[in-house]
């Protein structure tokens, strides 16, 4: 089974920084693209940021500038790179990975980490 943890959220400042991880284990697999998710409560998950297997990214047009994503093929990782955190930020963020298991492609979703930007 694919497991996909995360880590690395929390409370910070207006115009602080996170970095958060996420991980994927359980199995053998080839990792096509991993990705960034939020979510507010009441409100649809939206897009993050995104990374494929080549390192291509794609952002959300709220979080470019100020958002990194970046990976680890050999280590199955994904990171996402916060500065300049506003208070709109605030949400539960969901690590997702698009996966290929004996031909089969499926996508993983974490638990989520919430992250808190507060005065």
């Known amino acids: 089974q694919v497991q996909l943890v995360e880590s690395g959220g929390g409370l910070v400042q207006p115009g602080g920084s996170l970095r958060l991880s996420c991980a994927a284990s359980?199995?053998?697999?080839?990792?096509?693209?991993m990705g960034w998710y939020r979510q507010v409560l009441g409100k649809e998950r939206e897009l993050v940021a995104t990374?494929?297997?080549?390192?291509?990214?794609n952002y959300a047009e709220s979080v470019k500038g100020r958002f990194t994503i970046s990976s680890d093929n050999a280590e199955n990782t994904v990171y996402l790179q916060m500065n300049s955190l506003k208070p709109e930020d605030t949400a539960v963020y969901y690590c997702?990975?698009?996966?290929?298991?004996?031909?089969?492609?499926?996508?993983?979703w974490g638990q989520g980490t919430q992250v808190t930007v507060s005065s």
């Open positions: 997702n990975a698009d996966i290929s298991r004996t031909a089969v492609r499926s996508k993983y």
């Open positions: 359980g199995g053998i697999f080839s990792i096509n693209a």
């Open positions: 990374i494929t297997s080549r390192g291509n990214t």
